[in-house]
């Protein structure tokens, strides 16, 4: 491995935990909203929310590229305050990070949420507790298995993530440069023996990560809404 | 104590004007330059650096119209290697770059396959390709890199274009030629001279030219960006790469000298 292989590992490590803290920090309020939503545009709100799952990183990185470039309405509006742009620079991949991964934050944690029994909540309210109250002591243990999928799987998947970083980072070695394009970097000059240990790196630490997960959930049908990729949401509008 | 006041003073001013140009000059380098200076730059650098250990230079590789592709949307690029001339005259009709395009290089295109040989000629290399069943050729993509323009037009030219057309496959950049022959997925690719003469490709295959008087000529030329003006290197590297000692290496990396006619 070459010093740029570690910065690259550097780099990586340091986006995925910036991007997952920043997905938790807006994850919890948009699924909390989302878990409760009654509204027939419901299903459109959650759609935008799983865009990144289905949409090519080519389409995202592009209009990010576009957005957050000297003249896009992001870049072009910092520069004009005599800031720089977001394009090609660490900020930019953070917030490309966030959006590509912000489904794999707010499905685990609305999945979570919306199994909490609304008569718990009610009952908590009779006895004086407070909305925020109410949040830290009875949903955040009750739905605690949904938070820790959200995080791992946000930060796994920042990981591993290629074309959105590719494209609005440029692969700039020691800068923007993180382990999935330096991986291409070394394909593509024929370093296979480069190639071959940043992948297998990576593949040993996803696999490991991946594994925690699993068993963090195990037993987790007694807790609520925890398994990684479970759909099962209760019917909405249940509530009496 | 006002003399030591005003000492304390100098040495503040001091520290800040060396706090001020180590940040000037701690900047690194950054150099986008072609894919098929890949294996030749970093001798080059390496020479610069012994020249100019102080400065750090860092380079990001890519066919030429997505390196400038990232240019105009604001990379941090200092100087821009193209691997023709159009994409950094382009930079500078966009003000995406300074001054004057500079020659540094021209390429070649050769056939480059792994294993037994394909022939010693281009119409024996494509008739034994075209007789191979489901055999694949990988060019370079001709919409935004130079090599595959030139590979691209030269095949057109070919009696057996048609039969060519299906079994091309394109590559991001033309060093991806490489990587898709030596990997095994195409048979047979058309890429820069100077990226089968290194140790990397020698070692597993072998090359033969495309003849050079059957496509225009791939001058390369570099440019000066927008944000090079502000880098106390990046001038000096421009005329780094014209020096006869450099303009070696190229020669010996598989590059033919810049040639300043049109």
């Known amino acids: ?240 | 104590m006002r003399h030591m006041g005003t000492r304390l003073k100098l040495f503040f001013i001091a520290c800040g004007w060396l706090f001020s140009l180590a940040t000037a000059f701690g900047q690194p380098l950054n150099i986008a330059a072609a894919s098929s200076m890949r294996f030749v730059l970093p001798t080059i650098i390496e020479q610069y650096q012994q020249q100019h250990p102080e400065v750090q230079v860092r380079v990001v590789y890519g066919s030429s119209g997505r390196l400038y592709g990232q240019l105009s949307h604001g990379a941090p690029f200092h100087v821009f290697m193209s691997a023709n001339m159009a994409y950094a005259e382009q930079a500078i009709a966009d003000e995406q770059a300074i001054g004057q395009v500079q020659p540094y290089a021209e390429g070649r295109l050769v056939f480059w396959w792994q294993g037994e040989g394909f022939g010693e000629n281009s119409e024996t290399i494509l008739a034994n390709f075209l007789a191979t069943p489901n055999a694949r050729m990988a060019i370079a993509n001709p919409q935004h890199a130079p090599y595959g323009v030139q590979s691209l037009a030269w095949l057109q030219q070919q009696a057996a274009w048609e039969a060519i057309e299906p079994r091309l496959v394109y590559t991001e950049s033309v060093a991806q030629v490489a990587h898709f022959v030596r990997s095994g997925a195409a048979n047979l690719g058309i890429l820069a001279l100077a990226l089968a003469v290194t140790d990397e490709l020698t070692t597993v295959g072998q090359y033969a030219p495309v003849p050079a008087q059957e496509y225009a000529p791939l001058r390369k030329g570099m440019v000066l960006t927008k944000a090079g003006t502000q880098h106390p290197y990046a001038s000096g590297f421009m005329r780094f790469m014209q020096t006869a000692k450099v303009q070696q290496v190229l020669a010996q990396g598989g590059f033919a000298p810049a040639s300043s006619s049109p």
Not at chain 1, 154 to 172: K, Q, W
Not at chain 1, 195 to 220: D, H, I, K
């Open chain 1, 1 to 240: 491995m070459n010093p740029a292989d570690f910065d690259a590992i550097r780099i990586t490590l340091k986006l995925a935990l910036v991007s997952t803290a920043l997905l938790m920090l807006i994850a919890m309020p948009l699924a909390w909203w989302l878990s409760q939503l009654q509204s027939r545009f419901k299903p459109v709100l959650e759609a935008m929310v799983a865009l990144p799952l289905v949409l090519p990183p080519t389409v995202l990185g592009f209009y990010l590229l576009v957005a957050l470039g000297p003249q896009g309405v992001v870049g072009g509006t910092l520069e004009s305050l005599g800031m720089q742009h977001l394009a090609f620079s660490f900020p930019g991949l953070v917030i490309g990070s966030v959006v590509y991964s912000l489904p794999f934050a707010v499905q685990p944690l609305q999945n979570a949420f919306s199994q909490v029994p609304q008569d718990l909540l009610d009952a908590a309210a009779t006895m004086r507790a407070k909305p925020l109250d109410r949040f830290f002591s009875i949903i955040v243990p009750l739905t605690k298995h949904g938070f820790i999928t959200a995080g791992v799987l946000s930060f796994a998947h920042t990981l591993g993530e290629f074309g959105v970083v590719l494209m609005i980072g440029g692969n700039i070695p020691g800068e923007t440069q993180v382990v999935s394009t330096a991986i291409y970097d070394h394909v593509e000059s024929l370093n296979y023996a480069g190639a071959n240990t940043l992948s297998l790196g990576l593949l040993l630490f996803s696999v490991v990560v991946l594994a925690l997960v699993y068993s963090l959930n195990r037993g987790a049908g007694r807790m609520l809404g925890g398994s990684v990729g479970s759909n099962t949401t209760k019917p909405q509008g249940g509530r009496s």
